[in-house]
C-alpha cells in the first residue's frame, strides 16, 4: 500500500496497530492503543581521519539502529499482549511483524508502518490511586530489527 498523498496532513489520532500471530489461534491481532511512541529511524555516524588530510573529519555510515516502540492503552482486561511477553521471558522470544496503519477521516488506510522481528521487551501496568478518576493505561514495549514504510521505493 504506498502512502496516500494530500495535500492537507492526516490526524494523528485515527491508527490502528496489527501484530501478526501471537493470539492462540495464530491469527492478527489488531491493538486498539490511545498512543504510539518510538517510531524513529537512526543511521549512526562514525568520524574518520586521516594523518595525510588537513584537519577534518570524514563521516561515513554506520549502523542503523531503530527505538523500540511503546504502545499505550487502557486496560481492558485482554492478556494477549501479557501472554506474548509471558513467553518471552520464559525463553520463547516470538518475534513477528507488527504493522501502524495511519487511517484518514473515513478509517480507510494511508499509511503503514511495519516493524520487523518485533517482540515485547517491557509492560508497564496502569498507576493505581483511589484519589483519582483517570483511565487505567497500560504499556507495551516492543523491540524490532527494522522499519519499514509501505509502498517504500
Not at 492526516?10 to 489461534?25: K, Q
Request: with cysteine.
Amino acid at each position: 500500500m504506498p502512502p496516500v498523498f494530500r495535500n492537507d496532513p492526516y490526524l494523528a489520532c485515527n491508527f490502528e496497530v496489527v501484530v501478526n500471530g501471537i493470539s492462540d489461534d495464530g491469527a492478527a491481532v489488531k491493538g486498539s492503543f490511545s498512543e504510539v511512541t518510538g517510531l524513529d529511524a537512526e543511521l549512526t555516524v562514525i568520524e574518520y581521519r586521516t594523518g595525510s588530510e588537513p584537519n577534518r573529519v570524514r563521516k561515513l555510515p554506520g549502523l542503523r539502529k531503530f527505538s523500540n516502540i511503546t504502545l499505550k492503552r487502557g486496560v481492558i482486561g485482554d492478556l494477549t499482549f501479557w501472554n506474548w511477553l509471558v513467553s518471552a521471558m520464559q525463553g520463547n522470544v516470538q518475534r513477528t511483524t507488527v504493522s501502524i496503519i495511519l487511517l484518514d477521516e473515513n478509517r480507510n488506510p494511508v499509511m503503514r508502518w511495519v516493524l520487523i522481528r518485533a517482540w515485547p521487551c517491557k509492560w508497564t501496568g496502569p498507576a493505581l490511586n483511589a484519589k483519582n478518576n483517570e483511565i487505567a493505561i497500560e504499556s507495551l514495549e516492543l523491540c524490532h530489527e527494522g522499519l519499514e514504510v509501505d509502498g517504500q521505493a
